[in-house]
């Protein structure tokens, strides 16, 4: 061997053996909400189970744990304030619930707290429940097979309306077994459901025959606490067990509406440092959990082995009884099938069967450590996407174009049909880098492709065919509401107020010489490509004295739409423009009005172009 290649292996081992063992910390939240004391409703109905009010209340538990004040006093080895991550509920009785106006928990996170979410690096990831209804109550599923169908549409729905793709899950009950872990093989990179049969907190690849043990899986799974169990004692096995050369990553989960979530935070964070303190060669950091996954698999030198991860106590299966949850937190769940069983692959379903009292900030004390450098954060971008689209009649073909290793088995194809019901479309892989599917126009109004890769960086590209149809109210929100409701319900937009509440708006040259209360979304579309406008379809519901009204302008780029010159106000609600006129970009404005008692309802609205 050459003298400087010695040298150089040498000089890598040393530097193995100098680097400090981590602990990544993982601040979570899942966002089950209860509206009553003890967490369970009496009939399980969407509007007893479910208050809006935790989200929406400004003075209310987000505002704390939001306020600057709070994060600085609550900080990592490196003096960065913690990271929360926030694993939105969705699904059962959110969309099928008695009462229809379900408001979805992501779509309120968003509104409200969306800013504070992107300034502090919070993660929104997934959470679900397998729940079926049994005619009298919602209930746990006797497998999540049975659900496959319901996590597909909250999947989906997160895709569509919000424009995410989850690549951090937890599983509802805490329950977890092979055949649900094999299902999330396939989409989600990190799982965040370790139990008690990890004796540690390293992450580990599981197994396609028994989730709780090493396998041959490319997602991770990771080791939980709740944070009334994450004592000084856990603390400092964890961070014994760093000090041995592992670095661990640990999710510490809660419910932000427990009466008591921000002193839990704190509590967490004194128990951190105190290990800290007697590990001062072993750094924590706060991250959500994409970035801790992310830093594990780059900078940790032992995660690219397979199988790697934690020591296990047995191949047994036994059950996590989440010592130190809260009472109204069913316990026990996570039992799971011989560990013989065998995988289990799940088809495709066809689309077609969709049928507080704050506490006080008390500062952390300086260490006598010496100052701690950030972990550096890697350049990583996400994965190119590309889709290409060709019309024949009224069906759409699609072909995707993405790297070969990208993490999920294919690429996500979210799709949401005229009545608003979501579902995944399957995909046929035509070579190492390219995959095709196609629909029909006359049922599906909006499909949505999501790739992600090993370290969750993700890429969406929505398919242009023909038409872009909004109809919910997150895609409502988006566009800018003035003196509209959108709260009331998932799927329309109502004029605010009553005759004498509403703001009074007055549009004399475009709309009436007398003073109305009206209100306004403007909708902004880019066609990615010049193409004809040709018309438009909305569905509403005008009683007499009021009206749906709406006007457009069209440009080639979004910069020269600023500029452009509105068309005068249309009346009906399906009509073609005249030209048609052309350009990339189009701009809508669409007017509520009334000048009587009653409101004007906006259900949906679509515009066609070729």
Known sequence: MKKPLLLFLVFLMLSSLSRANIVYVVLSSDTSIWNN??????????????????????????????????????????????????????????????????ITPTFLIR???????????????????????????????????????????????????????????RAGWLYMDTPYQNYLELWIPFRLNGGLYMTDCTPYHPSFTNY??????????????????????VAESVFNTANTGKDQVVCIWTHQNESNFIRQI????????????NHSSVPFFYCTAKEAMTFYQIYNP??????????????KIVPDNNKGSPANIKTGAAVVPDAREPKKEFAPLPFSTITPIPQPNIPQPPLPFPTITPIPKPNITPPPLQIFTKLDNRSAFVTIEA?????????WVAARDYADRYGRLDTKKIDSDKWQFSYDLNQIDTAVVGVCDIYGNVSLAEVRDGSRRISTQAEFSRCHPQNINIETNATRAVLIGGKDEA????????????????????????????????????????????????????????????????????????????????????????????????????????????
């Open 37 to 102: 004391k003890n967490g369970q409703s009496v009939d399980y109905t969407y509007a007893n189970e479910f208050d809006p009010d935790v989200f929406i209340n400004p003075k209310g538990v987000f505002k704390d744990v939001m306020d600057e004040s709070f994060r600085n006093a609550h900080t990592d080895s490196a003096g960065h304030p913690f990271k929360f991550t926030w694993f939105m509920l969705g699904g059962a009785y959110f969309q099928v619930g008695r009462n229809t106006n379900a």
């Open 212 to 233: 709780s043990v090493p396998g041959n899986m490319k997602g991770w799974e990771i080791k939980y606490y709740y944070t009334g169990s994450f004592t000084s004692s």
């Open 302 to 315: 032992e995660s690219g082995k397979s199988p790697k991860g934690s020591s296990f106590s047995s191949n």
């Open 503 to 610: 703001a009074i708006l007055n549009k004399p040259s475009a709309i009436s010489a007398i003073q109305i209360k009206s209100g306004s979304l403007v909708y902004e579309y880019d066609a990615k490509g010049i193409v004809k406008w040709i018309g438009v379809k909305i569905k509403g519901k005008a009683p007499e004295d009021s009206f749906v009204k709406t006007r457009y302008r069209f440009a080639g780029s979004r910069e020269a739409l600023q500029d452009a010159v509105w068309s005068d106000y249309y009346d009906s609600m399906t009509f073609d423009f005249e030209g048609p006129p052309e350009g990339r970009h189009v701009q809508c404005e669409i007017v509520l009005g009334s000048s009587g008692k009653d409101s004007p309802v906006l259900f949906s609205f679509e515009i066609f172009y070729r």
């Open 403 to 411: 790297p070969p290793d990208i993490y999920p088995r294919q690429p």
């Open 111 to 169: 509104k409200y707290w969306g800013k504070d979410i992107e300034r502090w690096g919070d993660e929104i990831a997934y959470h679900y429940h397998h729940f079926k209804w049994n005619e009298r109550e919602w209930v746990q599923a006797d497998s999540f097979a049975e659900r496959i169908w319901d996590f597909d549409w909250t999947f989906s729905q997160m895709m569509i309306d919000e424009q995410i793709y989850p690549v951090s899950f």
């Open 266 to 277: 704190a509590d967490v964070d004194a128990a951190l440092h105190t290990a800290w303190k």
